[in-house]
């Protein structure tokens, strides 16, 4: 067995409004950061996981991602892997 | 009918299936169970509320863990054999994330929780949840939450709307939802989910009784 490390990143998709993304580029602005664009903020899920080679995992992620991590109506994701 | 039971759902961080269960067996001499989120054994209820609270602590999304419960996976067979399905708040997104119903609920626009009496305007009566006369019906709920935001995209709106599935809208949009929805059904009429709490609206003495009909209409067919 192959063990691997995900980090998985779920993002609001760019249709939805993030408050919570609104009120911290407000605060940084009052920071006295200069620029600021665009802030939103997303989660980050690590995952340490197990199976027989790369495939076999990315369609464990893939269905954990779809079903559970993220709700695709409002959120999108994607993920990076590591072999340990 | 004597013996017609409401199953109210109980999930680790409900708060409101109480509330539910007085309004039903106190207001309305309506006879109710709780059943615990781990029971997937549905058959001594006739109809079903998931009420408010924070289900598994509404950790990731509101909703989301609560999904993978034993009970909300016998609750397809439920909803397909035309039996009445209410989610009041967190019973709502569970709703919405199991895909019972359309669209999701997120982040109130200006993040604060929300406890007040909103007027809501009664925008269809499919499945006979509200009543809806030829003049157009205000009734007036309270709403508790800091996630009840309903968000979908236009072609869901455009099914919602066409389908006449949108039940309940807030005339003065608390928390900037996607066209004022406080409350939608499924296509069938028999799955109602809103935002605004009908069981704490069933007596004088706490504010008014406009959420009555909405719960007695459990017991419809």
Known sequence: MDQFAVK????????????AGEATKSASIKLGAEGIKSLRIGKMIEVKIEGN????????????CDRLFANTVIEDYEYSLEKL | MDNFTVGVVVFPGSNC???????????????????????????????????????????????????????INALDEFVKSGKRVLGICNGFQILTESGFLPGALVANKNLNFICDDVELDIVSSKGGWFNNGD???????????????????????????????????????????????????????????????????????IGGTDGLLTLKSLILK
Request: charge should be negative.
């Open chain 2, 135 to 205: 003049e157009k019906q205000t009734i007036k709920l309270p709403i508790a939450h800091g996630e009840g935001r309903y968000h979908c995209d236009s072609d869901t709106l455009k099914k919602l709307l066409d389908n006449e599935l949108i039940a309940l809208r807030y005339k003065n949009n608390p928390n900037g939802s996607s066209f004022d929805i406080a409350g939608i059904t499924n296509e069938q009429g028999n799955v109602l989910g809103l935002m605004p709490h009908p069981e704490r609206a069933c007596d004088e003495t």
């Open chain 1, 8 to 19: 998985v990143f779920v993002r609001l998709r760019p249709s939805v409004l993030d408050p």
């Open chain 2, 17 to 71: 299936d109480r509330d539910v269960s007085w309004a039903l067996e106190g207001c309305l001499n309506i006879r109710t169970k709780y059943l615990w989120h781990e029971s997937s054994d549905l058959s001594d209820v006739d109809a079903i509320v998931l009420p408010g609270g924070f289900s598994y602590g509404d950790y990731l999304r509101c909703g989301a863990i609560a999904r993978f419960s034993p009970l």
């Open chain 1, 53 to 64: 080679g790369e495939n076999e995992v990315r369609d464990k992620i893939d269905l954990l």
